[in-house]
């Protein structure tokens, strides 16, 4: 008996019993669609994460912090200079002159508060050299540029920038309110403060009586200065458009450094080390270094190098292999969930070839007598099992892409979710595994049926009602 006579009689047998087959084929499209979908969310959350590691520049990409920079660069003043690790500009120098090493570049980050008339917010100022800039691979909207040098501070505002904005009178900001600020961040000037500590006493000197502090004494605050800062860029994008360094301000590192030297002059710049007496060290001290090795494969060496010079090292690389291993094992559990329904559609085949041999006995005796071979009849139940398995794969596949679609839809492409990109993907290798281990599990449940048939009797088949 040839293929072609095995597929035609398995065709026929399986459009005898319509409603059964259906209701078969059905279970096998419930499981092959669960377990696509769960597994397309997991897939989703590491092509986000494989986005993100690309816009930080990349898997060549090392961030040096110091030994103790979470103390060190944020208040921390019991320890001498020398028994820290810190970041300057001798340590950028030794960088690059370590082998491998394309770009050594250091980064500077404080919060800052900027002002336009009635509006005030908190921001995350980020301070890099043009280079370093440029490694960040930032996406500008249409007619900006990066940061130029310069006395005046020119700033790059993220895209999500604008929510950390609120009115002064009501505080109301946009997840208060659900409205953006009236700026335009792209052409509008702005106060940028740098002295938080001055602004804030200013901003309480204001709720107290005129020239009277807390205590009912007289003051003379510190006022804080503004400066008139414009932006050379925004990242494109609106506020909705998650995106990692969505609410960074950037800006050149260099006119950052003139500026505070300038503005905090005999006193301790913001995010500075000082020593036991509370004095500020002479040098400028940088709250990271972003390092870039020149091939993927020289990595791990130059991450072991700067570990060894004492300093604190976390690769992109190690980022995401740790980030896959979390991602693996989310999606085995996602997988093994949606797994359990097409366990259920297995039994379901199972009984469906078992219920379709107790039916066909007297055929099965009559195509043995007729000289087919056990060969041909363990082809035939497999085949149609092989189908009811393809069939269900085929439609769980076109379900899966739908529901994916609509999960992108509802979420706003990974948006409500804080995902940069899609919160479901599906490449065509799931769509095609998927498709295999639905027959797979097919073959597997009416294997035994189809045993079975192989072993009946011809002619207590025949003799059988």
């Known amino acids: ?25 059905l279970g096998v499209v419930i499981g092959t669609t669960s377990i696509v979908v769960m597994i397309s969310l997991g897939l989703g959350m590491q092509q ?41 500009d001798e340590l950028i120098e030794e960088l690059k002159g370590l082998e491998h090493i394309a770009v050594a570049s250091p980064v500077y980050e404080m919060t800052a508060t900027m002002v336009k008339g009635k509006y005030e917010g908190y921001i995350e100022l980020k301070a890099m050299t043009p280079e370093g800039m440029k ?61 938080q ?96 090795v020149d091939d993927i494969e020289n990595v791990n ?10 300093y604190n090292v976390q690769t992109n690389a190690e980022y995401l292999e740790s980030m896959e291993k979390e991602f693996a094992m989310v999606e085995a559990v996602l997988g093994g969930i949606g797994a359990v329904s097409l366990f259920v559609a297995a039994i379901g085949i199972a009984n469906t070839m078992m219920m379709s041999i107790y039916e066909r006995t007297k055929e099965i005796g009559v195509i043995k007598v007729l000289g087919c071979s056990l060969r041909n009849i363990k082809q035939m139940f497999l085949l149609e099992a092989a189908s009811i398995g393809f069939l269900g794969g085929i439609v769980g596949n076109i379900l899966s892409f739908l529901l994916s679609t609509l999960i992108n839809m509802l979420t706003g492409h990974g948006e409500a979710m804080g995902f940069d990109g899609n919160i479901s993907y599906i490449p065509w290798w799931l769509m095609f595994l998927s498709l295999g281990f639905a027959v797979l599990v097919g073959v597997t449940a009416g294997y035994f049926p189809a045993k079975r048939a192989m072993n009946l009797s011809p002619l207590a088949a025949i003799r059988s009602e």
């Open 1 to 25: 008996m040839s293929w072609l006579d095995l597929l035609r009689m398995s065709a026929g047998n399986l459009k005898r019993r319509k409603l059964r087959t259906f209701l078969t084929v």
């Open 48 to 88: 986000s994460l494989y986005r993100e590691v690309e816009k930080s520049g990349g898997l060549t990409t090392i961030n040096v912090t110091g030994a103790m920079t979470g103390d060190s660069l944020y208040g921390y003043d019991g320890e001498e200079q020398d028994s820290e690790k810190y970041i300057d």
């Open 135 to 195: 490694a960040q691979n930032l996406e500008l909207a249409p007619g900006g540029r990066l940061p130029g040098k310069g006395s005046n501070l020119e700033l790059v505002y993220g895209n999500m920038v604008a929510t950390s904005f609120y009115e002064k009178g009501t505080g109301g900001g946009y997840w208060e309110t659900g409205e953006l600020p009236d700026i335009d961040f792209a052409n509008d000037s702005l106060f940028l403060v740098l002295d």
């Open 197 to 292: 500590e001055a602004y804030d006493n200013s901003q309480s000197q204001a709720m107290t009586p005129a020239g009277e502090g807390a205590d009912g004494g007289s003051t003379a605050p510190r006022s804080a200065k503004k400066h008139v800062v414009r932006a050379s860029g925004v990242l494109a994008g609106s506020v909705d458009d998650y995106n990692a360094d969505g609410y960074y301000v950037f800006c050149d590192l260099e006119s950052l450094k003139q500026v505070l030297k300038k503005e905090f002059s005999g006193r301790v710049i913001p995010g500075q080390p000082t020593t036991k007496a509370g004095k500020p060290y002479k040098d400028f001290y940088y709250s990271s270094a972003q390092v870039k």
């Open 301 to 310: 060496a130059v991450a072991d190098v700067i570990r060894e010079m004492g």
